[in-house]
């Protein structure tokens, strides 16, 4: 469709000299419109003008997609109004005055700047101009799950967490994080939806790629630096705001099974190890992260309330805030009061231990525990309620109108919302910004074992022009290193990229999740000891969880591991450009059953693990 055809707040002089834009235009410098005011001063001007609706529509953060060309979704007359990914953007920013928005999907970093812009200018036509704030789900890495992350061409590339992790540099994840906040500046996005403070103690859990490992201190250190490079020292006008997540820490799933769906709302503490997993947080906190975002999952067995940690007063309000001091903005996480369907399946509401509850009541309870936000909710109508009906105090409802309105004062966007599509141009994917991502997947690498058997001569670092077989690598990339055969009988050694196990999940959502099983079957096996077996063969096992692998292991000449790398960083490292640095951010179990020996919340905690956590060799680069 075409552009929204919209005009922007005027640029005016007061009489003291002070410029500023008539978000109102009534052509007066009002409290809030003034940049020379404090913070808190903007804020109580405005909380005071805005009606009701307005104040309701602050509470609600839902998804928003983006069309290739940069223009504004606005589905035609009569198409579907039931999918969530394609709603009209200006009957939620004009008919529900809604100004925070998940960003789903994505475009060039041109076309996102100049959607930016658009979305700005609809946001600018409502009565008193209040900006859109623009959120999002990691963009940098290499997996693509509408649920957790969002590959986006046009970014730099970088290893997921746990590669961080595995090279344990603070400084190099402050830069990192940096780099991200660059890039998304660049674009019009203000609020980052990580880091991920969860931790990787229970291995079937599908979400542990977004972590920094098991160890609690590790991945404080790492939060740490991540929210200080997203934000800076203090949040303001060139900081992206980090919503740290999941509080109180995610990750003890029952059996490894997701919040996200019915059979994984428990989340259990058989080692009593509740307190273990608030370390990252307190780094978080330490470090200033501006938002907080509580999991989806209902503590068992502990002194909460069972019911989803948005829903509990107890950890929202008693630990969090009060406990903890946190007066930052906390949004709950996506769909806790509205069932859905996603890619044609159903999905209802995780509401889990509300499930009895209407909608009107779940917010109720939301709101009562203590959080300002619904994410991936658009129901403004539903508050308006509540509080008509007094059964939510408007104080109550100002307190977070107040929170969100500071965040937006804070980061510049009341004054100056739009970004520069040239800019945007340049600054994303910018060559030293790929270059330092490249070197960081290298770095993250793991060498697990470097020689058929402990009599052998260590196989690595290959050596130039020898000859290679590949599976799961681009023979293009892989021909830049040495000479590419058809079959292992036709060469010196193979190399085999492979991923960890997981049971298929075919259903909607569901299918984005890699969960269950950690081992590889008969059948796929077959095939990768056959090539073993005929020459020495190199495996790169991609760790999006912890695999169980001892039959690869055994069978490999060499066993590497990745958590996000492109071909050419991990041939840089096979054959000696470059040095991997990696250490297991998670132990290796040796087998299912002691996988399921293993407490959920407890780390590193299996009988005989194939690699215990920290492990990594050293293999020197060759001579340049």
Not at 98 to 113: D, E, Q, S, V, Y
Request: hydrophobic letters at 40%.
């Amino acid at each position: 469709m075409a552009p929204h055809a919209t005009t922007r707040p005027r640029t005016l002089t007061a009489p003291d000299g002070t410029v500023f834009r008539d978000l109102n235009g009534n052509g007066t410098m009002e409290p809030y419109e003034n940049p020379s005011l404090p913070v808190a001063e903007r804020v109580a001007d405005l909380v005071g003008r805005m009606t009701l609706e307005e104040k309701a529509g602050l509470l609600f953060q839902t998804m928003i997609a983006i069309n290739p060309d940069g223009t504004l979704v606005e589905p035609e007359p009569g198409a579907p109004d039931d999918d969530p990914m394609r709603a009209s953007t200006s009957a939620m920013v004009i008919g529900k005055l809604m100004n925070h928005f998940n960003l789903f999907g994505a475009a060039a970093p041109r076309r996102m700047a100049e959607w930016n812009n658009r979305l700005q200018d609809l946001a600018a036509t409502t009565r008193l101009g209040i900006p859109v704030t623009i959120s999002t789900d990691p963009r940098h890495g290499f997996i693509d799950n509408p649920a957790a992350s969002a590959h986006t061409e046009g970014f730099s590339l970088w290893p997921e967490p746990p590669g961080l992790a595995a090279i344990g540099d603070e400084e190099l994840v402050r830069r990192h994080a940096d780099i991200v906040r660059r890039e998304y500046l660049a674009v019009g996005i203000r609020l980052a939806l990580h880091p991920m403070a969860d931790l990787a103690t229970e291995p079937r859990w599908a979400r542990i790629l977004g972590t920094f490992g098991s160890d609690a201190h590790v991945a404080a250190r790492m939060v740490a630096a991540y929210v200080r490079g997203l934000q800076g020292e203090t949040l303001g006008t060139h900081s992206v705001a980090a919503m740290t997540k999941h509080f109180p820490g995610a990750g003890p799933q029952l059996d490894g099974h997701d919040a996200h769906f019915p059979y994984g709302r428990e989340q259990v503490y058989p080692g009593g190890n509740f307190d273990y997993h608030l370390i990252p947080f307190e780094a978080a906190f330490a470090a200033g992260t501006s938002q907080v975002m509580p999991y989806y999952a209902m503590p068992v067995g502990t002194e909460y309330e069972e019911v989803g940690f948005g829903f509990s007063k107890g950890v929202i309000t008693g630990l969090l805030r009060e406990k903890y001091g946190f007066d930052g903005i906390v949004c709950t996480d996506w769909g806790l009061v509205t069932d859905s369907r996603i890619f044609g399946a159903p999905f209802p509401a995780r509401a889990w231990g509300v499930e009895h509850l209407d909608r009107l009541s779940r917010v109720e309870r939301i709101l009562d525990a203590g959080s300002d936000q619904l994410g991936g909710e658009a129901a403004p109508e539903l508050v308006v309620e509540l509080v008509r009906t007094a059964r939510v105090d408007g104080e109550r409802l100002d307190a977070s109108v107040a929170r969100l309105l500071r965040e937006k004062f804070v980061l510049g966007l009341f004054d100056d919302p739009y970004v520069d599509p040239d800019a945007a141009e340049v600054i994303c994917g910018r060559a030293d910004f790929a270059a330092e991502g490249l070197a960081a997947q290298s770095r993250s690498i793991t060498v697990l074992k470097d020689r058929p058997s402990e009599a052998a001569e260590p196989l690595l670092p290959l050596r130039p022009g020898i000859r290679i077989h590949v599976q799961g690598v681009d023979p293009e990339v892989a021909g830049r290193y040495a000479t590419v055969v058809d079959g292992p009988d036709e060469a010196d050694v193979a190399v085999i990229r492979i991923n960890t196990p997981y049971d298929e999940r075919t259903e909607g959502f569901e299918s984005f999740f890699r969960a269950g099983r950690l081992d590889f079957t008969a059948e796929e096996l077959r095939p990768l000891l056959e090539t073993a077996a005929a020459v020495p063969t190199v495996f790169d096992v991609f760790l999006d969880r912890p695999a169980v692998l001892p039959e690869v292991a055994d069978a490999a000449a060499a066993l590497v591991a990745d958590y996000g790398a492109s071909d050419v960083a991990l041939l840089d490292v096979l054959f000696g450009r470059t040095k991997a640095e990696g250490r297991l951010p998670f132990e290796l179990p040796r087998s299912m059953e002691a996988v399921m020996e293993g407490c959920e919340d407890v780390p590193n905690d299996s009988r005989d693990p194939l690699f215990p956590y920290g492990h990594g060799l050293d293999v020197e680069p060759l001579a340049p």
